[in-house]
């Protein structure tokens, strides 16, 4: 219902389901599930905590929007943020990769 009621335009994919990507079957239909209804709904998905790179290679095929973890960069202060962002270019899967 929450779904409907509120003007969200992003579904976030919660980090305990994908840290399940590539063992558990069940958090992997989860994640399609939830990315395919996101679709139907005009959303869009975000992937919180990926870490590893298979993870972001399922989450690709599945046709995530975007992803963030540990994978991309750490936690920083924020005066070493602005240099990060700097040294980044946005890629074709709109993933932001270090250049």
Avoid: N, W
Wanted: glycine share 8%; with cysteine; proline share 4%.
């Amino acid at each position: 219902a929450y779904l409907k009621k509120f003007s969200a335009d992003v579904l976030k994919i919660d980090k305990t389901f994908i840290d399940g990507l590539g063992t558990d079957p069940q958090d992997a239909a989860i994640v399609a599930a939830t990315i395919t209804l996101a679709g139907i709904l005009g959303m869009r998905t975000i992937a919180e905590g990926v870490e590893h790179q298979h993870q972001l290679d399922e989450l690709q095929l599945m046709g995530c929007d975007s992803y963030q973890g540990y994978l991309f960069a750490r936690p920083a202060p924020a005066d070493e943020i602005h240099d990060l962002l700097s040294r980044t270019t946005t890629t074709h899967s709109g993933v932001r990769s270090p250049s």
